[in-house]
């Protein structure tokens, strides 16, 4: 009962985008079928696309690199590849309309030497937001197919190079297939944050989903239609999940022998060469986006800007959402360790954390649809006036909602940390259960809870549509600044709250490196 409890949130969200299907919009569907619906979905699938083949290419060759070959600064460029994971994607689209404006260093060097007057590339549209979110997504593939590669023994290779195969033929033949589930579950992780996009595609001048169903609410101010638009968007999500899962197809694949494969070295131009394309990437990811808001920065222009308050609403709403993260999240996970989950309760988990799947802009039009509905039944059953549209309680609600699975999965995987033999031993000696919890089993989880907290933190902070959309009036945080200031051509003044979220962002970039070395 309680598992179906903390997975009733999820299921009234659902409910409320179905829901929603009650009420005909006939003339907002009629607008949006003759100007809206053929160009989000073709922007949809080729940015899906492209951004499939441009994390796939570079998160697997790096990783490669990373896990079999040696070359000069691969230990300093192991992890600093891992950098743009930092990065917000709308950061960098804002920073990167900066770099390629057609009156800065780069623009007027290329119409110097070329006699030209037209522009380079100016990053906008399909392709550069394909480009762009290639650069900063490629991280969940690289990190999963490097942690692959590195237990992947030598036996499967050598027998493909016995068997005639050269080293290229036996990559693909061999080494790629064995840690399909590794970069397949990255792809899928960097395909739904491509559909959770929202302020990266509407910077850049790209039609998605998620800006149709911001459009369609607060522009056509149908918040039906933005739920139902938004049911389609599920359904998109929905089959990624399912490619992912046929995908992988049979995970459990192992070798006879685990020994390692010895690193490649590679010499010369060929070393220098990957070394100076991992400082490309990184450049590009991480490097001249930060160097770009620092070009931006005016330290005279900080105060009286309303750059202190965003900061604290934004430190303020990520500790209250980490908070009851960890304590749902976790309780959750150690119920279930507690007692083997049973089918009804595994499925109560399964809807409980499916909410970091779903965009923000679906869950914000679900949570105000639920907030509306429930702000008119206490009024006409219970005669309280309370005013729960336009609280801060809805982003709370949507915030848990989505990343809720980040704490479940972290204090799971240090529950599975725990031996058994460890409690029955201290049970044996006399120790009650609270002195259990508190001398064996908190020290052992504190890591993957300290964790858990850090990652759902800098989540909330860097998450945009949904706070957007829910937020009190006038209750801005450093995303919402940045939004705002970005849609009104303000790039030296979103500066300021941009390089806050990218510090905010390394902290669990070290994090990551730290746990991997």
Known sequence: MLAWLIALPMLLVLAALLLAWSQPQAEIWAHLRAYVLVEVISNSVWLMLNVAIGVSVLGIGFAWLSAHCDYPGRRILDWALVLPLAMPTYVVAFAWIGVLDYSAPLQTSWRALSGSRASLFDGRGILGASVLLSLVLYPYVYVLARSAFLRQGAAGFDAARCLGHAPFSAFFRVALPLIRPAWVAGLSLALLETLADFGAVSILGVDTFTTAIYKTWFGLFSLAGAAQLATLLLLAVASVLLLEHWLRGNSQRREASVRPQPRLRLQGGRGWLASGGACLLIALGFGLPVLQLLSWLDLSNLYGSGLLAASSN????????????????????????????????????????????????????????????????????????????????????????????????????????????????????????AQRWRQIAWPQLRPSALAAMLLVLVETMKEMPATLMLRPFGWDTLAVRIYAQTAEGLWVQAAAPGLLLVAAGLLPVWWLVRSQH
């Not at 430190?315 to 279930?336: D, E, F, N, P, Q």
């Not at 809807?351 to 509306?372: K, S």
């Not at 909602?401 to 599975?416: C, E, I, K, M, S």
Request: charged share 10%; proline share 2%; net charge positive.
């Open 314 to 433: 934004t430190l303020l709403l990520g500790m209250c959402v980490a908070t009851l993260v960890l304590l749902i999240g976790g309780g959750m996970a150690w119920l279930s360790h507690a007692k083997p989950s049973d089918g009804v309760r595994g499925s109560a988990e399964f809807v409980a954390t499916l909410g970091y799947a779903i965009p923000g802009t679906v869950l914000a039009v679900a949570v105000m649809g639920l907030l509306i509905a429930g702000q008119h039944w206490t009024s006409e059953h219970m005669g309280l006036e309370l005013a729960l549209v336009g609280s801060i309680l809805g982003v709370l609600i949507a915030l848990c909602v989505r990343f809720l699975r980040v704490g479940h999965g972290a204090v799971q995987a240090g529950l599975t940390q725990l031996r058994p033999s460890l409690f029955e031993s201290a049970r044996l000696l006399g120790a009650g259960r």
